[in-house]
């Protein structure tokens, strides 16, 4: 979670396992729109000598659909490249690095940036350098020096970055995967009541964790198809998102002589566009297959967002607390208003000044309505709370996205498409208990926006006692 090792090929694959994606529009720039994806999960801080970077057998992407078909109309691919500055040492450094071009810094990175629009190919930067891990106050004494100098304004007005971050999300991943514990209602469990006598405090697992970063700010006309006008009702103001990670399909193992090769095209291993959706929604079974798929094929997987297994499971886990919950389980309705958040948008007139509806192609995207405006005062519950600039409208970085994901799924966003049910009241308080007050390192306020990765030494493990 939000895609943390979610499917089983991919959790034995971590430098191409997308963890989280997130797009808005940038709160300084409301011309331009921020995106940000996430890969190599579950980073520890300490681990070196060889500390954690991008694949450079991997080819990352950025995809943007503009006109609902679920298929890239633009995409920022990044592919990396590694050197090694001293062949003879194992150190990962052996003095303080104090610039990208440090002697001190033996294993750098360096990516070429590429844009793919309308089946045209722009390679917009070569050997952009990523700053390296933050090892510790000996070696990276002055780290965000070194964000600065690796982040780049484009003369085709992109701003880019990659490289290392802090782990922005929030969850309690002890919990909700011990039988879907829930701290804050641990007492009310179906298998807790004799154990848990008291509500509980949260954990967040993923504190103190790191992940490598790319994000790219992109102005609106790069991103939007041609239209006479961009408001909020207009569907050419919304655009799709999803991230995609891809190997080659051949690998021949090398010997003693020679390196390992890769040859054949690439083939997709891994995607994300909605947090949860093939940690949650997919079965076990089909998460791999799902990883390899592009949005436009998601159709194959409907039935599984209209009847969740997740929201069969809240009434038996805790009996009695969503009783309203059981009874539409029981009568079969597919469930529009999920098809709605996550394959193919909220349509106008559900929700007042509100829409992000893409068409009827049924895709798992980040949906984003760039005619609305960022919110001065965010609020973490993005659309549930009234702030209609946040999930499921884009991602932004403090999205309480699962507490949002829980409540719509025990029934709180029915009554979007069905006036006559009454949500549990439950449903209104479910959380796992978290908020970006929970992540140490404080999100920024402007690009990258993702905090200062956590540094080795300060953090030898997860989380301090």
């Known amino acids: 979670?939000?895609?943390?090792?979610?499917?089983?090929?991919?959790?034995?694959?971590?430098?191409?396992?997308?963890s989280d994606l997130y797009a808005f529009v940038t709160p300084s720039q409301p011309d331009t729109?921020?995106?940000?994806?996430?890969?190599?999960?579950?980073?520890?801080?300490?681990?070196?000598?060889?500390?954690?970077?991008f694949g450079d057998d991997v080819r990352y992407e950025?995809?943007?659909?503009?006109?609902?078909?679920?298929?890239?109309?633009?995409?920022?691919?990044?592919?990396?490249?590694?050197?090694?500055?001293?062949?003879?040492?194992?150190?990962?450094?052996?003095?303080?690095?104090?610039?990208?071009?440090?002697?001190?810094?033996?294993?750098?990175?360096?990516?070429?940036?590429?844009?793919?629009?309308?089946?045209?190919?722009?390679?917009?930067?070569?050997?952009?350098?990523?700053?390296?891990?933050?090892?510790?106050?000996?070696?990276?004494?002055?780290?965000?020096?070194?964000?600065?100098?690796a982040t780049f304004k484009l003369s085709t007005g992109e701003k880019v970055f990659a490289g290392q971050r802090a782990d922005g999300f929030f969850v309690d991943l002890g919990a909700v995967f011990d039988l879907g514990t829930l701290r804050p209602f641990q007492q009310l469990h179906v298998a807790g009541k004799k154990l848990f006598q008291a509500e509980g405090e949260p954990v967040n697992a993923l504190d103190r964790l790191n992940v490598h970063s790319l994000a790219v700010q992109v102005p609106l006309s790069q991103v939007r198809r041609k239209a006479a006008r961009y408001g909020v009702a207009d569907r050419a103001s919304t655009i799709?998102?999803?991230?995609?990670?891809?190997?080659?399909?051949v690998r021949v193992l090398g010997d003693r002589v020679s390196a390992d090769t890769?040859?054949?095209?690439?083939?997709?291993?891994?995607?994300?566009?909605?947090?949860?959706?093939?940690?949650?929604?997919?079965?076990?079974?089909?998460?791999?297959?799902?990883?390899?798929?592009?949005?436009?094929?998601?159709?194959?997987?409907?039935?599984?967002?209209?009847?969740?297994e997740l929201a069969?499971?809240?009434?038996?886990?805790?009996?009695?607390?969503?009783?309203?919950?059981?009874?539409?389980?029981?009568?079969?309705?597919?469930?529009?208003?999920?098809?709605?958040?996550?394959?193919?948008?909220?349509?106008?007139?559900?929700?007042?000044?509100?829409?992000?509806?893409?068409g009827d192609v049924q895709a798992d995207m980040l949906r984003l309505n760039t005619a609305i405006r960022p919110s001065r005062t965010p609020d973490r519950f993005g659309v549930l709370g009234g702030d209609l600039a946040g999930y499921p409208n884009g991602r932004r970085v403090a999205d309480d996205v699962v507490t949002i994901a829980l409540r719509a799924i025990a029934g709180l966003t029915v009554p979007l498409v069905d006036k006559t049910f009454r949500p549990d009241a439950a449903a209104a308080a479910v959380t796992p208990g978290l908020s970006a007050a929970d992540v140490t390192a404080p999100f920024l306020a402007d690009f990258p926006f993702l905090g200062t990765p956590y540094d080795g030494f300060g953090n030898p493990q997860a989380k301090k006692s």
């Not at 194992?90 to 070429?112: D, M």
């Not at 997709?268 to 799902?290: A, C, H, T, Y």
Request: aromatic share 10%; with cysteine.
């Open 33 to 53: 729109v921020t995106l940000i994806a996430n890969y190599v999960p579950l980073q520890l801080p300490s681990g070196g000598p060889n500390f954690f970077e």
């Open 62 to 149: 950025i995809h943007i659909d503009n006109d609902g078909d679920g298929n890239p109309d633009v995409t920022y691919r990044f592919e990396f490249t590694t050197e090694i500055t001293n062949q003879n040492s194992f150190l990962y450094n052996t003095g303080p690095i104090e610039s990208l071009e440090s002697k001190n810094w033996n294993r750098r990175q360096f990516y070429r940036l590429t844009r793919i629009a309308d089946g045209r190919a722009r390679v917009l930067a070569h050997k952009l350098p990523c700053p390296p891990c933050n090892v510790g106050p000996l070696s990276t004494p002055k780290y965000q020096n070194l964000v600065r100098q």
């Open 262 to 308: 890769a040859a054949g095209p690439f083939t997709q291993v891994s995607r994300l566009g909605n947090p949860l959706f093939n940690e949650v929604i997919v079965p076990m079974s089909r998460k791999d297959v799902w990883n390899t798929l592009p949005p436009s094929e998601d159709k194959r997987f409907a039935g599984f967002v209209e009847r969740p």
């Open 240 to 249: 799709g998102v999803w991230t995609s990670a891809s190997r080659q399909q």
């Open 1 to 18: 979670m939000s895609s943390h090792r979610e499917a089983p090929e991919i959790a034995k694959d971590p430098v191409a396992d997308s």
């Open 312 to 358: 069969a499971l809240l009434p038996a886990l805790y009996p009695g607390v969503f009783g309203n919950l059981d009874a539409l389980n029981k009568s079969k309705k597919p469930r529009a208003d999920l098809v709605a958040i996550l394959l193919t948008g909220i349509p106008a007139g559900l929700i007042d000044g509100f829409a992000n509806t893409t």
